[in-house]
């Protein structure tokens, strides 16, 4: 398993430049980070509680249709 990598005050410099940030629901400071890396052809996404990174995933670009399907045929996309 990874390090947990505490990393200085969000800035500017340290949100994804390309991607975005969701809150968590629960507060607490809680953020999904999602940053592209074209050039490995991959979406990085990244657990966040304030300033520290607690978790990272790398998802390559060829899952990430499997991964929008999995999101839109829950219960929120099921809307008929």
Known sequence: MGDVVALPS??????PAHGGVFYDARGEARTLRV???GDERLVVLSIWRGSEC???FRLPAAD????LRALTD???GDRR
């Open 35 to 37: 940053n592209w890396h």
């Open 54 to 56: 607690t978790g990272t």
């Open 74 to 76: 829950g219960p929120i």
């Open 64 to 67: 990430l249709p499997d991964l």
């Open 10 to 15: 969000a800035t500017a410099a340290t949100l």
